[in-house]
Nanobody
């Protein structure tokens, strides 16, 4: 069964940077499209970044485009999310999972951006 362990979150001031990591097990991240998701209390979990399985092209939500970069490292079966120029509205719990996931979530990593 696929499992995900996210890390790298924390408290950062507006304008700062964080790099999130997600170690996957039970399947190769190279074989699936992967996404980073963000959940804020009272709102549905949303995808903020996606990397496809072939070629590694990426897509981003408009709210993070130009500031976030998603990447993947095959030997470590890990996906990353580099977050720059962070804004208070980026605050939330970040999860990684396959594209279109509806279950099998990890514990997530909390990102808090202060103004």
């Amino acid at each position: 069964q696929a499992q995900f362990v996210e890390s790298g979150g924390g408290l950062v001031q507006s304008g700062g940077s964080l790099r999130l990591s997600c170690v996957a097990s039970g399947f190769p991240v190279s074989a699936y499209g992967m996404s980073w998701y963000r959940q804020v209390p009272g709102k549905e979990r949303e995808s903020v970044a996606t990397i496809n399985s072939a070629g590694g092209s990426t897509k981003y939500a408009d709210s993070v485009k130009g500031r976030f970069t998603m990447s993947r490292e095959y030997p470590k079966n890990t996906v990353y999310l580099q977050m720059n120029s962070l804004k208070p509205e980026d605050t939330g719990v970040y999860y990684c999972n396959v594209v279109g996931a509806r279950n099998n979530w990890g514990q997530g990593t909390q990102v808090t951006v202060s103004s």
